[in-house]
C-alpha cells in the first residue's frame, strides 16, 4: 500500500523529532559529563592552589618568625653590650676615682714614707741584684734615700748579698704622678714598676672578679672563679 504525501510527511516529521530529542538528550549528557568533568578540575585546581598558598604562607610565617628571633637575638644583644659598656664605665670610674685619691697619700708623710718602705723593699727583694738604680719624682729625693737607708741592712741581713742602691737624679719620674718608685738591675734592662699607679693597675687586675661580683652580683654564666 502506497503510502500519501502526508504520511510520508508524518513520519518524516515523527523520525526528526526522534533525532532531535536523541540529539537533546545526547548534548544535555555531554553537558552534565562536561560540568562534571569541570567541577572535578576546578576542585583539583582550586585544592592545589589552595595547598600552594598555604605552603607559601607557612613559609612566610617560618621567615617571618625567623627573622623575629634574629631581631630579638640582635635587641638582647645590644642590651647586654650596653649593660656590659655601663658596668665598665662604673668600673673606669671608681679606678679613675681611686687613682684621684692616690695623691692624697704622698701629702702624708708618715703614710708615705712606710709606704715608700715597702715599695722599695719588695723591689729589691724581686731583683735580687748587687747594684739597683732607683727613679723616682724629684721632690722624693730625701724621702727615697732616707727609706734605702734604712731598707739596704734589712735586704742585706736577709739575702745575705751585698747590695748598693742609688738614686737616678738624671732620669726622674713625672711629678704628675701620685708617687713610689720604679727600681732598675745593674745594666737597666729589668725594671720593677713600683708607682702608686701602676700598683694600683695591679691591684685592680687581680682583684676585678672580686670587684664585679661585689658590684654587680655573681655571673650565672660563669663556671670558674679562677
Same mark, same amino acid.
Given at each position: 500500500?502506497?503510502?500519501?504525501?502526508?504520511?510520508?510527511q508524518?513520519?518524516?516529521?515523527?523520525?526528526?523529532?526522534?533525532?532531535?530529542?536523541?540529539?537533546?538528550?545526547?548534548?544535555?549528557?555531554?553537558?552534565?559529563?562536561?560540568?562534571?568533568?569541570?567541577?572535578?578540575?576546578?576542585?583539583?585546581?582550586?585544592?592545589?592552589?589552595?595547598?600552594?598558598?598555604?605552603? +607559601? +604562607?607557612?613559609?612566610?610565617?617560618?621567615?617571618?618568625?625567623?627573622?623575629?628571633?634574629?631581631?630579638?637575638?640582635?635587641?638582647?644583644?645590644?642590651?647586654?653590650?650596653?649593660v656590659?659598656?655601663?658596668?665598665?664605665?662604673?668600673?673606669?670610674?671608681?679606678?679613675?676615682?681611686?687613682?684621684q685619691?692616690?695623691?692624697?697619700?704622698?701629702?702624708? &708623710?708618715?703614710? +708615705?714614707?712606710?709606704?715608700?718602705?715597702?715599695?722599695?723593699?719588695?723591689?729589691?727583694y724581686?731583683?735580687?741584684?748587687?747594684?739597683?738604680?732607683?727613679?723616682?719624682?724629684?721632690?722624693?729625693?730625701?724621702?727615697?734615700?732616707?727609706?734605702?737607708?734604712r731598707?739596704? &741592712?734589712?735586704?742585706?741581713?736577709?739575702?745575705?748579698?751585698? %747590695?748598693?742602691?742609688?738614686?737616678?737624679?738624671?732620669?726622674?719620674?713625672? &711629678?704628675?704622678?701620685?708617687?713610689?718608685?720604679?727600681?732598675?738591675?745593674?745594666?737597666?734592662?729589668?725594671?720593677?714598676?713600683?708607682?702608686?699607679?701602676?700598683?694600683?693597675?695591679?691591684?685592680?687586675?687581680?682583684? %676585678?672578679?672580686?670587684?664585679?661580683?661585689?658590684?654587680?652580683?655573681?655571673?650565672?654564666?660563669?663556671?670558674?672563679?679562677?
Amino acid at each position: 500500500m502506497a503510502l500519501s504525501d502526508a504520511d510520508v510527511q508524518k513520519q518524516i516529521k515523527h523520525m526528526m523529532a526522534f533525532i532531535e530529542q536523541e540529539a537533546n538528550e545526547k548534548a544535555e549528557e555531554i553537558d552534565a559529563k562536561a560540568e562534571e568533568e569541570f567541577n572535578i578540575e576546578k576542585g583539583r585546581l582550586v585544592q592545589t592552589q589552595r595547598l600552594k598558598i598555604m605552603e +607559601y +604562607y607557612e613559609k612566610k610565617e617560618k621567615q617571618i618568625e625567623q627573622q623575629k628571633k634574629i631581631r630579638m637575638s640582635n635587641l638582647m644583644n645590644q642590651a647586654r653590650l650596653k649593660v656590659l659598656k655601663a658596668r665598665d664605665d662604673m668600673i673606669s670610674e671608681m679606678l679613675s676615682e681611686a687613682r684621684q685619691r692616690l695623691g692624697n697619700i704622698a701629702k702624708d &708623710p708618715a703614710r +708615705y714614707s712606710a709606704l715608700l718602705d715597702g715599695l722599695i723593699l719588695q723591689g729589691l727583694y724581686q731583683l735580687l741584684e748587687s747594684k739597683v738604680t732607683i727613679r723616682c719624682r724629684k721632690q722624693d729625693f730625701q724621702m727615697i734615700q732616707a727609706s734605702i737607708q734604712r731598707n739596704v &741592712p734589712i735586704y742585706k741581713m736577709a739575702v745575705k748579698i751585698n %747590695m748598693e742602691a742609688r738614686i737616678d737624679q738624671d732620669n726622674v719620674l713625672s &711629678p704628675d704622678i701620685s708617687g713610689g718608685v720604679e727600681i732598675f738591675n745593674g745594666n737597666g734592662k729589668i725594671k720593677v714598676a713600683n708607682t702608686l699607679e701602676s700598683r694600683l693597675d695591679l691591684m685592680a687586675q687581680q682583684m %676585678m672578679p672580686a670587684i664585679r661580683m661585689s658590684l654587680f652580683g655573681a655571673n650565672p654564666n660563669r663556671k670558674f672563679l679562677d
